[in-house]
């Protein structure tokens, strides 16, 4: 599959646009007017530079406002166009985009376009420019791409065709299977954006919210499936949109975009396997389950990657603390066993049930950032060891997927594990599962530990990471696409703060629950300060490691007897409960005694509390009773206010 990308998505000029999407790996661009218009490069400057750099410039847009069009206005737009084609030679570009008209179009007849589209086709072939016509989802009378395509078919010209935009079509919900009967030398051109789905106004909702591939709510795969049965095999280019990516660093976000068309590929060449057409089936029915059987007869190569399951579980969260003894007690609190330290590393090995942390000694400093960019943290979630079939499989799809490798000092006799770099550079190692909920590795840390120690029945239920705004998108991609994790449904939690953005990352059977969540940007005099842009920094936000466990008010009681400081919860949250839930009083009033929150639907129950925080790391012990499949998003904002009440009282203070 040819990869490019249009110059809007990114930040920076039009010479940095260009030298990230090199690096990223693109085959080529669509340049955006803008971005040439405001570049002090001549197009013969461009176009060096685009050979230089192994870029092909794939496609000069958009031309607006053309056909519909009275014939005076015609006239005019014949102008523009030419000047365009003229400029498109001095670049080395021969195909345009011409998006329908929004504006200034006052006629609607399909006769009338097509001539005028016909005119303007006879133009472009004079300057040998080939025309991509595209149906903007808010076109004035053309906003379908089977009308656009109808349109193409009636002019019936070599020099134009039609461009598809994913955006344009799904934002719509237009069926993409025709798609498939276009003939391939009409398609001049596929552009794709995915989107999460708003009720927006689609043109704010286009300008505004457009993200990469799998980082959105689109059936992509489905769509480029159909691309590529109809026998297209040009670019398929990335048309993003996105307000957070036009100011956030350029080649991070290059490299993001590039992840995206990755993936996107592999997903397109799985939903081809998957619904293979009805004539491939007929006599080869059992060839069905033969990956690529079905596809290698289209003209469009699609690359697949290493396979990975979705993982397991969890097999440790590793919090880093310079100073641990604060985080020692807590743990030591909540009923962990410690286990012993590393026979190399300044690491410790702590223990409940199957719920493994490892407190590292090192400094809570992120990966790839310096010193002075990262403000010193007496404690922070460095690390997450997930349980996968093999782990080296798995990294071979992470690093194709260009996930920056962490290595790991580690001696002989121990166990080496896989590791890479998420975007908010917490390192996720990829580790041997074994079914009994054991790891090999706490051997390093002294023998005799297969018994599980305290807390039987305890597992890590889930870990809650605050994401760096300008890397939540990337993130979410990130774990679906080398993690297997699936998106679900965002939420928005209310806060002192502003409303935080809550992503769910999960496996489809739980046994993996990640949350991402965004935090509100709002700083007050006192607060640590906000991530430097780019990679690395992070943690002003705090973050936590849930643990479950079978009886949490048994829990609680043995917590609370070793003196643990549970975080307080208000008697308002109380008295809200009861008048919602009708709680039986002598329950109500043990939750109240013991800061246990509450929630409850018509799958389960659910009870949690929170301890207090240490650095920028707190912990959450649940309990999940029947089916309940939530993480108690109504109890949420009342966690924040409170977490938010004791963080300026201590910032006041000291
Ligand atoms: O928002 C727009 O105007 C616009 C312009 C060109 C495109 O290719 C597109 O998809 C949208
Ligand atoms: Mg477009």
């Known amino acids: 599959m040819r990869t490019g990308i249009a110059t809007v998505c990114l930040s920076g000029t039009l010479k940095e646009k260009m030298q990230a999407c090199a690096i990223a790996g693109f085959d080529g661009i669509e340049i955006f007017e803008q971005d040439l218009v405001t570049s002090p490069l001549t197009p013969g400057e461009v176009r060096t530079m685009a050979a230089d750099l192994g870029l092909t410039l794939d496609l000069y847009q958009p031309f607006r406002d053309f056909d519909s069009v009275p014939e005076d206005l015609l006239a005019a737009n014949l102008r523009r166009a030419e000047a365009k084609f003229k400029l498109m030679a001095r670049l080395g570009m021969d195909t345009i985009l011409v998006c329908s008209n929004v504006a200034t179009a006052s006629i609607d007849s399909d006769d009338l376009r097509a001539e005028q589209l016909g005119r303007l086709a006879a133009l472009a072939e004079d300057h040998g420019v080939k025309v991509a016509y595209e149906a903007l989802a808010w076109g004035k009378y053309v906003s379908d791409y089977e009308h656009a395509h109808r349109l193409v078919e009636a002019v019936d010209h070599p020099n134009l065709g039609t461009c598809l935009d994913s955006f344009h079509i799904l934002s719509r919900n237009w069926d993409t299977a025709p798609i498939e009967a276009f003939s391939p030398d009409r398609i001049f051109f596929v552009q794709v954006a995915d989107a999460p789905k708003l009720s927006l106004d689609v043109l704010s909702w286009s300008r505004h919210y457009r993200v990469f591939p799998g980082e959105g709510q689109f059936e992509l795969a489905k769509f480029m499936g159909h691309v590529v049965r109809a026998g297209y095999s040009g670019p398929v280019s990335l048309e993003i949109f996105n307000d957070v990516f036009r100011q956030s660093d350029v080649e991070r976000t290059a490299v993001d975009g590039m992840r995206s068309l990755i993936w996107l590929e592999e997903q397109s060449a799985k939903w081809l396997d998957a619904n293979a057409p009805v004539l491939a089936a007929a006599g080869a029915g059992t060839v069905a389950g033969f990956a690529g059987a079905g596809r290698r007869r289209y003209p469009m190569e699609l690359a697949t990657l290493p396979q990975v399951a979705e993982p397991a579980g969890y097999n440790f969260a590793e919090v880093r603390a310079a100073d641990p003894k604060g985080l020692e007690t807590v743990l030591g609190q909540l009923g962990f066993e410690f286990n012993g330290r590393h026979r190399t590393k300044d690491v410790q090995l702590w223990t409940m049930g199957h719920a493994r942390v490892i407190v590292n000694e090192d400094a809570p400093v992120a990966a790839g950032s310096t010193a002075d960019a990262a403000p010193a943290l007496t ?276």
């Not at 599980?452 to 696409?481: C, K, M, R």
């Not at 430097?532 to 002003?540: D, E, K, L």
């Not at 009861?578 to 013991?594: I, K, N, V």
Request: glycine share 8%; net charge negative; with cysteine.
């Open 379 to 654: 404690a922070a979630i460095g690390a997450l060891g997930f349980d996968v079939d093999s782990p080296v499989i798995a990294a071979a799809r992470a690093q194709q997927l260009k996930a920056p490798a962490v290595p790991r000092k580690s001696q002989a006799n121990e166990e080496v594990f896989q590791g890479f770099a998420a975007p908010d550079s917490t390192e996720i190692f990829l580790c041997q599962g074994s079914p009994d909920g054991t790891a090999a590795w706490t051997h390093e840390f002294g023998e005799g530990l297969d018994a599980p120690a305290a807390g039987e029945g305890a597992v890590i239920d889930h870990v809650n990471l605050a994401q760096p705004w300008q890397h939540f998108d990337e993130a979410v991609l990130f774990y679906t696409s080398a993690l297997a994790l699936e998106p679900q449904p965002f939420a928005e939690v209310p806060s002192p703060t502003g409303l935080v953005r809550s992503q769910v990352m999960a496996t489809a059977d739980r046994a993996v629950r990640l949350v991402l969540n965004l935090a509100p940007l709002i700083q007050r005099e006192g607060d640590a300060q906000p991530e430097p842009s780019g990679t690395g920094a992070r943690r002003t936000y705090q973050e936590h490691i849930a643990f479950a466990v079978p009886d949490l008010v048994a829990t609680a009681r043995a917590c609370k007897a070793r003196g643990l400081e549970f975080l307080q919860i208000p008697a308002n949250y109380y008295e809200d409960l009861d008048a919602r839930f009708g709680l039986d009083p002598a329950f109500l009033a043990t939750l109240q005694e013991l800061n246990l929150l509450y929630d409850r639907d018509a799958d389960g129950e659910f009870l949690h509390f929170y301890t207090a925080t240490v650095g920028s790391v707190f912990f959450e012990m649940v309990e999940r009773r029947g089916a309940y499949d939530g993480y108690g998003a109504p109890n949420a904002p009342v966690r924040h206010a409170v977490q938010y009440d004791l963080m300026h009282r201590l910032n006041k203070t000291t």
